[in-house]
T-cell receptor
Framework: SQKIEQNSEALNIQEGKTATLTCNYTNYSPAYLQWYRQDPGRGPVFLLLIRENEKEKRKERLKVTFDTTLKQSLFHITASQPADSATYLCALQYSSASKIIFGSGTRLSIRP | GAVVSQHPSWVICKSGTSVKIECRSLDFQATTMFWYRQFPKQSLMLMATSNEGSKATYEQGVEKDKFLINHASLTLSTLTVTSAHPEDSSFYIC???????????FGPGTRLTVL
């Protein structure tokens, strides 16, 4: 079965630096790879989606890359702020109508 | 953007009782709703997929007689945890898929604590 590894359970970085989170998966590549933000006690909030044929996607301070050869996605937050502190979830979807499979998340802390 | 609500946001119940959680899409019609469960420091695990007007499809290992799902309308799905036990204590999250775009929106979650 598909495994998703977000290989840092927690990441602690200085405000203003770029945070880089990693998502690796096994088996075959999904059609869509998504990133979500989840705050404690809340449901996940959609951030970005990148398709299998896309290499990179940007949205404001966020950037996602997708390397199907490495079976890896990187999620970057530039000019990080304490308000960016949250858990970030990587998720795979094999078609637009299929279920979303979530990784266990990386807890990001941005210290002032 | 589309909004999904859940009610209640938290509930505490005694072991053996049943608890109903509602999931509503507030400004869109959702032909498909999903129910997830999340234990502390773990990922969201899909429990079941429900389509309006038909029986839910449960993931492997999820007891359909224990977790009753009803999707009676295009804006409402309910999850009933029957005869709840302490091990059912978890964070339950629903999501709803927009018919036209296949985008899923997630609810804020319901914290269930069974004493």
């Amino acid at each position: 079965s598909q495994k998703i590894e977000q290989n840092s359970e927690a990441l602690n970085i200085q405000e203003g630096k770029t945070a880089t989170l990693t998502c690796n998966y096994t088996n075959y590549s999904p059609a869509y790879l998504q990133w979500y933000r989840q705050d404690p006690g809340r449901g996940p909030v959609f951030l970005l989606l990148i398709r299998e044929n896309e290499k990179e996607k940007r949205k404001e301070r966020l950037k996602v890359t997708f390397d199907t050869t490495l079976k890896q996605s990187l999620f970057h937050i530039t000019a990080s702020q304490p308000a960016d502190s949250a858990t970030y979830l990587c998720a795979l979807q094999y078609s637009s109508a299929s279920k979303i499979i979530f990784g266990s998340g990386t807890r990001l802390s941005i210290r002032p | 953007g589309a909004v999904v609500s859940q009610h209640p946001s938290w509930v505490i119940c005694k072991s053996g009782t049943s608890v109903k959680i509602e999931c509503r899409s507030l400004d869109f019609q959702a032909t498909t709703m999903f129910w997830y469960r999340q234990f502390p420091k773990q990922s969201l695990m899909l429990m079941a997929t429900s389509n309006e007007g038909s029986k839910a499809t449960y993931e492997q290992g999820v007891e359909k007689d224990k977790f009753l799902i009803n999707h009676a309308s295009l804006t409402l799905s309910t999850l009933t945890v029957t005869s709840a036990h302490p091990e059912d204590s978890s964070f339950y999250i629903c999501s709803a898929r927009v018919r036209s775009t296949d985008t899923q929106y997630f609810g804020p979650g319901t914290r269930l604590t069974v004493l």
